[in-house]
């Protein structure tokens, strides 16, 4: 099985959940956990090392990149808090931690960046069983990119709360949720939320 969790911040999130409560069925797989922190992603790693067993045959992978829907971008700047540098509301949006109510001091720092496109080709996959975003206001985007007819994805977990901007839910039908749940339509797609602020869209058979 192939999981990428994209935006794991600190660790201790949706993907990291499920592969914890799978963990016995988990042996061969690969996980890519990835993140535009650099400090997020050490306590990413801290965490699963501490959590898992290499004799469990769970293979983890730990990326520092910025996922962005800007092609043939090659650096992005990314907005992370100085006296907090793994705060879940670390962003590409400068105004993500504003909105939160968050008034210290923003670093701008300036990250390596792949689609999630150019990040699946370059991990050779084409098959993701479990994708897992929470990119504090760009998964919509990062979604709208994604190319379902060249990469299957059969289970996607994304943060429903952030879709046209911080704190638009998709509920609202704002654009951006509007282009993302005709996507999710057009290929096939039944979409559910999930807990308070996350929603599942998962692929349903298709009649041929």
């Not at 409560?21 to 690969?30: D, I, N, V």
């Not at 007819?149 to 509007?178: C, M, Q, W, Y």
Request: net charge negative.
């Amino acid at each position: 099985m192939n999981i990428v969790d994209i935006g794991c911040g600190q660790g201790e999130d949706e993907g990291f959940f499920f592969v914890k409560a799978y963990r016995k069925f988990l042996s061969g797989s690969s996980v890519f956990l990835v993140d535009a922190s650099r400090a997020s992603l050490e306590a990413s790693r801290n965490l699963y090392q501490k959590c898992f067993e290499e004799k469990e045959g769970i293979k983890f992978h730990f990326l520092n990149y910025a996922i962005t829907n800007e092609i043939d971008t090659q650096k992005v700047p990314f907005y992370i808090s100085k006296q907090e540098p793994t705060c879940g509301l670390n962003s590409l949006s400068p105004q993500h931690a504003r909105a939160h109510g968050r008034n210290e001091e923003i670093e701008e720092v300036l990250v390596e960046a792949l689609t999630i496109n150019a990040l699946f080709k370059k991990l050779n996959l084409t098959q993701i069983d479990r994708l897992f975003i929470d990119t504090e206001g760009w998964d919509a985007k990062i979604l709208l990119d994604l190319d379902l007819d060249e990469f299957f994805v059969p289970s996607i977990h994304f943060e429903r709360l952030h879709i046209d901007g911080p704190l638009e839910n998709i509920d609202k039908k704002g654009p951006l949720a509007t282009q993302l749940l005709d996507k999710f339509k057009k290929h096939q797609y039944a979409t559910i939320p999930h807990r308070e602020w996350e929603m599942i869209a998962t692929a349903q058979p298709i009649n041929i």
